[in-house]
């Protein structure tokens, strides 16, 4: 083996002390306090006084090499060659001079990337891979992101919204992403169930496995072709058979649709709630996704007219109701909005009281 | 005319486009043109046109590379493989521009070029490389210091919040705890051996900037034992320049605090560490002295009953280097999950059919009442033999 290369395996990531701004690992555990300057631009203050300002911009999730070049230009000139992405997938630029903002600020508005997604804002939308990459995409959601963003761009850049507003897409029920825990979140959907490959599922794919993938119980073995049988009155569509399996093939451009949920959060201020089905049924409607985009703006638009300062989407809604808020936004409630699966039943009203409408 | 008329609408309007990014890529390389143009069928047949992936990867890994390929006709798609890789991203996603400009340098060379900054687990995404050039790019990456995540049923790639690099309410040592956690799990991370996925995800503190709760199955999330620390000063300061004190304080949701127009007082053992006066009074109030972590286990999406929130396991535990307790007590859960899932059963779910009380007993954790909401309302609780007999 002599003179042959050592194969190297579990480096592990590069080390965070070299990928650190040289500032913030100075003052690293001494920070004393941040400090909003305007949309985007935070300042944070260490206890000896420094002060390094993050410059926050959205970006594109699929970019190309020389995009992320651009940005190791522009964190050359402005961020003395660090920068830094946020779990949103955001750029966030670490300037310690003062002096530097107005000229990054400049080459960030002439490059097209909106500088915002603080504060009481529209934060970057987390979604899925779609079409570009994933067998299982029903809809494409970096198209459907696009699509948001454009109508909802000035309330990234504006942080003067009543919460902050999280949206989520994920392009099928796996949900590669937070979409159970957002403001406001897409989830592509099937209506027809899968199309049973038996050739397929008789050389691809562990039965039993198969089996057990289905959450109703639909799918029940069929020995004598080495195959199975779907239920179809307990199958509710998830795709989760497909997932495990390529031969119970689900995808149906007719009928595939999007849903809207909303009123979601993770951990922050309070404790943490899901996503609640809004809208069952939307077009899959690309390039633009019109309906969709309409449906999210009605929603927006109702909350920030009718919310109190601070209340999040999901904080209003509870406030004054899930009756009231199909009255306000004028989505028709329907037998879908009541839940009939596992945990169901305290979803149900157990009260006399409530509202009207 | 146009080779994409469906895409070259999402180029239009304010906001930066994937498309024009794609198209840059696709302008120079083929590959990624062919890549192009299958998304451009997609969107005109509203479906997609990726098949199950096979099993590719890189010699000695299990995990890190997500096969794919087109399920179009050799003239339609001439370039059938393409092939996706995860590659670890460094803690709370900082780079060197070098790292990075490098980083672009290897998938320039191997892949379309296209890249997600980052994938929701957290990941590089280095999205499209052709099955021969999966080894020599993972050979090259490793070479410039950079290394595969996890996919399939393993350990994936832990993700943490920037924590005390810019931070003051930072509990924990985020970066550091990600990198040792990762180093320490590196065999986990890249040999799947699991019943399913297991997602370890790290915040500084309760506001929990990357959604652990929310996402992974096991979330460490820094918090505090004391009080909250308030410079009285700093608040009179915010009360001059008109800042309402008084509302802040009613916002409180355990009403622990009182404004008397002087102090700002608290009663410790009222907090419940919700980071709102922080969070509104960033100057005046910091997180206590005794700083540790919360842990939780659970958290998922809805695949396969249901979503679950992380719950809690553990309300406090000491977190610093070399986080021996908290290694131990990982590595106890996943070798109990090992043992007792079913194929594909996330550890929430595990513990959800055999009971907390199950669990716990296994894991060696004592019950306290930070663990629920309430009380169990139905009187369906069991007896250990052991138990009867004691006296
Ligand atoms: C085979 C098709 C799939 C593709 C192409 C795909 C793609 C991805 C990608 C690229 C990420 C980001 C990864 C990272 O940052 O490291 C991700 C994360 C995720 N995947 Fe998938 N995925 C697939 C299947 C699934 C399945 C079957 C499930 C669930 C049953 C699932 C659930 C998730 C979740 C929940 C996340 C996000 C976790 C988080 O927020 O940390 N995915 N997926
Ligand atoms: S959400 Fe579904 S379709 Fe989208 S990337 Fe994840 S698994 Fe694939
Ligand atoms: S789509 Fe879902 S519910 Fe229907 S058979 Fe498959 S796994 Fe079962
Ligand atoms: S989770 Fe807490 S410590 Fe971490 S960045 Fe967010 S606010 Fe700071
Ligand atoms: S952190 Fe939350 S619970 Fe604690 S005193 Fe402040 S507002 Fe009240």
């Known amino acids: ?357 | 005319m146009s080779e994409t008329p469906l895409l070259d609408e999402l180029e239009k309007g304010p906001w930066p486009s994937f498309v024009k990014e794609m198209k840059r890529m696709a302008a120079v390389k083929p590959y990624a043109k062919n890549v192009l143009l299958q998304l451009e069928r997609s969107y005109r047949d509203k479906i997609t046109h990726w098949k199950h992936g096979g099993i590719v990867g890189v010699r000695g890994y299990g995990g890190g590379v997500i096969g794919r390929y087109s399920d179009l006709p050799p003239e339609e798609m001439p370039t059938p493989e393409v092939h996706t890789l995860r590659v670890a991203q460094p803690a709370g996603w900082f780079y060197s521009t070098k790292a990075l400009r490098k980083l672009c340098d290897v998938w320039e060379k191997y892949g379309t070029g296209f890249i997600n900054l980052h994938g929701s687990t957290g990941d590089i995404i280095l999205l499209g490389a052709p099955t021969a050039n999966l080894q020599p790019c993972f050979e090259e990456l490793v070479s410039i210091g950079f290394d595969l995540g996890g996919s399939g049923s393993d350990v994936r790639s832990l993700s943490c919040c920037g924590g005390p690099a810019f931070c003051q309410w930072s509990c924990i040592d985020t970066l550091d705890m990600y990198h040792d956690l990762t180093m320490e799990f590196q065999d986990e991370i890249h040999r799947p051996r699991f019943p399913y996925k297991f997602k370890i995800k790290i915040s500084g503190c309760p506001n929990d900037c990357v959604a652990a709760l929310a996402r992974a199955d096991l979330a460490i999330i820094g918090t505090w034992k004391d009080s909250i620390k308030i410079d009285q000063e700093a608040v009179r300061e915010y009360a001059k320049q008109g800042v309402n004190i008084s509302k802040i304080a009613a916002r409180c949701p355990t009403q622990a605090l009182e404004w008397d127009g002087k102090e700002l007082k608290v009663v410790p053992e009222d907090c419940v560490r919700c980071m709102l006066c922080l969070s509104a009074l960033p100057k005046a109030i910091l997180p206590g002295d005794e700083k540790g972590a919360t842990i939780l286990l659970g958290g998922k999406a809805t695949i396969l009953q249901g979503a679950f929130l992380g719950w809690v396991i553990v309300p406090f535990i000491k977190a610093d280097k070399p986080y021996t307790e908290i290694k131990e007590l990982i590595r106890k859960i996943l070798d109990w999950w090992d043992e007792n899932a079913r194929t594909r059963e996330r550890i929430g779910e595990l513990v959800y059919r055999l009971g907390m009380r199950t669990f716990l007993k296994a894991i060696g954790l004592p019950p306290v009442p930070q663990m629920i909401y309430v009380p169990r309302a139905n009187p369906y609780y069991f007896w250990s033999p052991e138990e009867l007999e004691e006296k």
Request: glycine residues 8%; hydrophobic residues 35%.
């Open chain 1, 1 to 357: 083996m002599s003179g042959e290369k050592k194969y190297i395996t579990d480096v592990g990531p590069p080390h965070y002390k070299d990928m650190v701004h040289p500032v913030l690992l100075k003052n690293y555990g001494k920070w004393r306090y941040h400090e909003y300057v305007a949309p985007g631009i935070i300042k944070h203050v260490s206890l000896n006084g420094e002060e390094v300002y993050m410059v926050r911009a959205a970006i594109p999730k699929i970019v190309s090499i020389y995009f992320v070049r651009e940005l190791c230009d522009i964190a050359d000139r402005y961020s003395d060659g660090y920068v830094k992405f946020t779990s949103r997938h955001n750029v966030e630029f670490i300037v310690t001079d003062k002096n530097k903002l107005e000229g990054l600020l400049k080459e960030l508005k002439e490059k097209g990337l909106p500088v915002g997604g603080t504060g009481r804002s529209l934060k970057a939308i987390i979604h899925t891979q779609g079409w570009v990459h994933c067998h299982t995409a029903v809809i494409d959601a970096p198209g459907l992101a696009k699509a948001l963003y454009d109508e909802l761009y000035e309330y990234f850049t504006r942080d003067d919204l009543p919460g902050k507003l999280k949206i989520a897409i994920a392009c099928c029920l796996n949900m590669c992403g937070a979409v159970h825990c957002s403001d406001l979140a897409f989830v592509g959907m099937h209506r027809k169930p899968p199309i049973v490959n038996d050739d397929i599922v008789s050389r691809l794919c562990e039965i039993p496995t198969l089996v057990a993938s289905c959450p109703t119980a639909a799918i029940r073995p069929a020995p004598e072709k080495k195959s199975v049988i779907v239920n179809e009155e307990r199958c509710m569509y998830c795709g989760n058979c497909y997932t495990v399996c390529p031969g119970m093939f689900i995808h149906n451009p007719k009928y595939d649709c999007i849903s809207m949920w909303v009123g979601g959060k993770a951990n922050a201020g309070g404790p943490p709630d899901f996503s609640r089905l809004a809208i069952p049924y939307l077009p899959n409607n690309p390039p633009r996704f019109p309906e969709a985009v309409q449906a999210a703006k009605n929603v927006i638009e109702t909350w920030i007219k009718h919310a109190k300062p601070g209340e999040r989407i999901g904080d209003w809604i509870k406030r004054i109701g899930w009756e009231r808020f199909f009255t306000l936004t004028g989505i028709p409630f329907t037998d879908k909005h009541i839940d009939d699966f596992i945990f169901s039943v305290p979803t149900f009203r157990t009260t006399t009281n409530f509202k009207w409408k």
